[in-house]
Structures are given as structure tokens and as C-alpha cells.
């Protein structure tokens, strides 16, 4: 099974007295999510499932993704516990939600989805998502029930500032 982890597009600073919740996209925002987009698409990375924070700027990343992706509004869930949620959140959000999706996206916020990355993956370390940043692992498992931590292998991070995949 993969998990993809994306971390919601850039997003413009907090206005004076605007919630955190509803800050939005910046232009660069809106134009790295539909090519981030396009890179999973070239590699045939389309998800069954994906689980958003209702948060403006990763439900707007989440919209943009699924129209790249030419996905159905019904593979889409929001969750609330996704809003800046900790490593032990994500986890439990996962393995209550993702059930046998074969290909289940996350996308949420840092920091919590960077830790929640290091933690998750058998082979590499992560530092810092960047914004729009993807990373993708696979996992030997048959339902999100069972994803434990230090289980992710073959895990791939991309992000729109790097050239390589370009």
C-alpha cells in the first residue's frame, strides 16, 4: 500500500486579526500545487482515498490535487483532527480512516506532517517539508489499521523547488 504525505501549498501571511484557519493561498501557492500535482500524475501516482484538513489552505491544496488528478469529490474526506495534528494524531486519523485504500493521501500542515514522516519511514530521515512538498512510501500491510511506525520503505520526497524533477 502508499501513503503520500502533502504538505498544503504556500500561503499568504496572517492578516490582522484573521484566524490562522482561514489563511489562504498565495500566488506561488497556486501555481506549485497543480504542478506538484502533475509530477504524481506522470508517475502514475493517483490516490484512492485522500484525507484533508478542512483548514482553508490544505483543503484549497487538497481541491487542486484532486482536479489534477482528475479525481471524483467522493474520494475526498475532510477531518478536522488533521489541523496541525501531532505524529500520534496523523497516525490514529490513518489507521482509523484509510481502511484498504490502496493509495491514501494526507494533506495537512507542519510540523506535525514532517515528524510524522521521520517517524513513519524504515530508511531516511526527514528535516522540514517544505510547502506543496510530496512524500510518498509504500507499506507491507493489507489496512491502515495496521501501520506502525519505522514501516515505510521506498520513500520519495518531492517538492517544487527541487529541479530534479524538473
Known sequence: MRLTLLRHAKTEAQHSGQEDWDRMLEPRGQKDAPEMARR?????????LVIASPAVRALTTAQIFMRELHLAPSKMQQD?????ASPKVLKEVIRELGGTAQHLMIVGHNPGLTEFADRVSAEREIDNMPTCAIYTLEFDIEDWSELEWDSG???ELDYPKNCSSC
Request: hydrophobic content about 35%.
Open 153 to 155: 520503505v521506498n520513500a
Open 40 to 48: 504524481l500524475r506522470e508517475r502514475k501516482l493517483k490516490p484512492d
Open 80 to 84: 478536522e483532527r488533521l489541523y496541525l
